[in-house]
């Protein structure tokens, strides 16, 4: 498994952006994909962005075009670039990895609050 601390979460205005950064340590070269997850109060968690130990990327259609996920190898880091925020953004973000046998790690997550 791998340890992921994120940050980069805030307050921003509707419209604003921010860059969630997921740093990553441990057995890197074990992980399939990386990816951001994020979770609404009372809502479940759902998938925002992934992207494969190939490069290959994968959105959710509520976020494609506004947001970016994009991987630092050389800094073990992942970052989520979100432009265009909206209120319905709002959430705590949580980076994710999975390795090729399955297993899933997470981080602790990091609050984004979009006002209107």
């Known amino acids: 498994q791998v340890q992921l601390v994120e940050s980069g979460g805030g307050l921003v205005q509707a419209g604003g952006s921010l860059r969630l950064s997921c740093a990553a340590s441990g057995n890197l070269f074990s992980m399939r994909s990386f990816g951001w997850y994020r979770q609404a109060p009372g809502k479940q968690r759902e998938l925002a962005a992934t992207i494969g130990s190939v490069g290959n990327l994968n959105y959710a259609d509520s976020v494609k075009g506004r947001f970016t996920i994009s991987r630092d190898v050389a800094k073990n880091t992942v970052y989520l670039q979100m432009n265009s925020l909206k209120p319905e953004d709002t959430g705590v973000y949580y980076c994710?990895?999975?390795?090729?046998?399955?297993?899933?790690?997470w981080g602790q997550g990091t609050q984004v609050t979009v006002s209107s």
């Open positions: 994710n990895a999975v390795a090729y046998n399955d297993a899933i790690s």
